[in-house]
């Protein structure tokens, strides 16, 4: 099975831009919808972004729009979350997640992914 491991988060002012890393191994994620999802302390994991098998389709939450950006790069099995004009509410836990169904829409809900990395804290500051 695919195994993800998360990398990039930090400590960043407000306005700030950082970029997070899903490095996949096993098999290709080639054929995976792939997604990230975030959790700040107290709160549940909420949907963040997913991209669809071929790149061709992206959705992101409302909170994270014309913001966030999500890519992947299947030659190196590698998905990547490019954040910019962060604000302190932005401040959680982002973790990469897999869903190797072929199903036709990308799922938003975290129900919809059996495989997920452990995640990488990303800290925004006012």
């Known amino acids: 099975q695919v195994q993800l491991v998360e990398s990039g988060g930090g400590l960043v002012q407000a306005g700030g831009s950082l970029s997070l890393s899903c490095a996949a191994s096993?098999?290709?994620?080639?054929?995976?919808?792939m997604a990230w999802f975030r959790q700040a302390p107290g709160k549940e994991r909420e949907f963040v972004a997913v991209?669809?098998?071929?790149?061709?389709?992206?959705y992101y939450s409302d909170s994270v729009k014309g913001r966030f950006t999500i890519s992947r790069d299947d030659a190196n099995n590698t998905v990547w979350l490019q954040m910019n004009s962060l604000k302190p509410e932005d401040t959680a836990n982002y973790y990469c997640?897999?869903?190797?169904?072929?199903?036709?829409?990308?799922?938003?809900?975290?129900?919809?992914?059996?495989?997920w990395g452990q995640g990488t804290q990303v800290t925004v500051s006012s």
């Open positions: 096993g098999p290709t994620i080639g054929t995976y919808f």
């Open positions: 997640a897999a869903d190797p169904r072929r199903t036709i829409i990308p799922g938003t809900s975290r129900t919809s992914y059996p495989y």
């Open positions: 991209i669809s098998r071929n790149g061709g389709v992206r």
